[in-house]
Nanobody, 119 residues
Framework: QVQLVESGGGLVQAGGSLKLSCVAS????????WGWYRQAPGKQRELVAN?????TTDYSDSVQGLFTISEAKNTVYLQMSNLKPEDTGVYYC???????????????WGQGTQVTVSS
């Protein structure tokens, strides 16, 4: 079994910064890619940033130049700067992971962490 746990969310003023973390544990053999997604109330979940195991990154237009995604062995981070109220939402990490328990590569999701940006 594979579990992903996010942390680092909170309440910040507009213009402030936050750094989110997501740790994968359990039957993790390898991670091909990581993604950060967010979902605001009443809106569809959207991709924020993605990183592959060879270091290739991709960002949504709205956060490009402001957010930075990075990874360690079992952890992905999202450094967020110059936050705006429209960045408010629940942020989820997704890992494309090969499980040593099943030897199947699948997407796994974290439970989400709330980010609230006040004006």
């Amino acid at each position: 079994q594979v579990q992903l746990v996010e942390s680092g969310g909170g309440l910040v003023q507009a213009g402030g910064s936050l750094k989110l973390s997501c740790v994968a544990s359990g039957s993790v053999f390898s991670i091909k890619s990581w993604g950060w997604y967010r979902q605001a109330p009443g809106k569809q979940r959207e991709l924020v940033a993605n990183i592959t195991n060879v270091g290739t990154t991709d960002y949504s237009d709205s956060v490009q130049g402001l957010f930075t995604i990075s990874e360690a062995k079992n952890t992905v981070y999202l450094q967020m700067s110059n936050l705006k109220p429209e960045d408010t939402g629940v942020y989820y990490c997704k890992g494309n992971i090969l499980s040593r328990a099943t030897w199947i590569r699948s997407d796994y999701w974290g439970q989400g962490t709330q980010v609230t940006v006040s004006s």
